[in-house]
T-cell receptor, first 115, second 110 residues
Framework: GAVVSQHPSWVICKSGTSVKIECRSL??????MFWYRQFPKQSLMLMAT?????????EQGVEKDKFLINHASLTLSTLTVTSAHPEDSSFYIC???????????FGSGTRLTVV | DQQVKQNSPSLSVQEGRISILNCDYT??????FLWYKKYPAEGPTFLIS?????DKNEDGRFTVFLNKSAKHLSLHIVPSQPGDSAVYFC?????????FGTGTSLTVIP
């Protein structure tokens, strides 16, 4: 149980285009979902926290107009990278908060390459 | 299907003793493994990693052991300190995807 599905797992896009990444909780309701960016051998950088039905809370330094987050239902949150640039190339991971001791289930990540 | 499992949701250890956190995986194609540490209200912090060509990697008080035949990974912390109290996640990668365990909450008792 407690599976989070992230899609797509790998995407290549042209500079200037937008890319949408989906994060779904398959067998539980996630009132809160988190979006992270991962650089090689570094910590997961929290980008934003999204709560179902309300606006996302962005961490300092994260451009909210560039990284659009929508959490329209208890099982789906989306991250849209708008007007992508090569420097946005990275690994993006979502996680969902669930009731439980540790409270986190992670998606398997999306590798974005902007060319 | 959970490809990375941490079967112990919690662990308590006395300060100064060894903490051993375990992680099992199912996919033999995984070739890179990581441990993260997470404090409440913060993102996971990268702790230590190991590639499949090694069976041990040490960094200060932290040592990760990899047993490929058993598909088992463990993190040893010695000596354990109260500041080590956190949730520890293991993760495995094979190619473009990372698979995380569900975490083990470590409490180090002073």
């Amino acid at each position: 149980g407690a599976v989070v599905s992230q899609h797509p797992s790998w995407v290549i896009c042209k500079s200037g285009t937008s890319v949408k990444i989906e994060c779904r909780s398959l067998d539980f309701q996630a009132t809160t979902m988190f979006w992270y960016r991962q650089f090689p051998k570094q910590s997961l950088m929290l980008m934003a926290t999204s709560n179902e039905g309300s606006k996302a809370t962005y961490e300092q330094g994260v451009e909210k107009d560039k990284f659009l987050i929508n959490h329209a239902s208890l099982t789906l949150s989306t991250l849209t990278v708008t007007s992508a640039h090569p420097e946005d190339s990275s690994f993006y991971i979502c996680s969902a908060s669930r009731t439980g001791l540790n409270g986190y289930t992670f998606g398997s990540g999306t590798r974005l390459t902007v060319v | 299907d959970q490809q990375v499992k941490q079967n112990s949701p919690s662990l308590s250890v006395q300060e100064g003793r060894i903490s051993i956190l375990n992680c099992d995986y199912t996919n033999s194609m995984f070739d890179y493994f990581l441990w993260y540490k997470k404090y409440p209200a913060e993102g996971p912090t990268f702790l230590i990693s190991i590639s499949s060509i090694k069976d041990k990697n040490e960094d200060g008080r932290f040592t990760v052991f990899l047993n490929k035949s058993a598909k088992h990974l463990s993190l040893h912390i010695v000596p354990s300190q109260p500041g080590d109290s956190a949730v520890y996640f293991c993760a495995a990668s094979g190619g473009n995807q990372f698979y995380f365990g569900t975490g083990t909450s470590l409490t180090v008792i002073p």
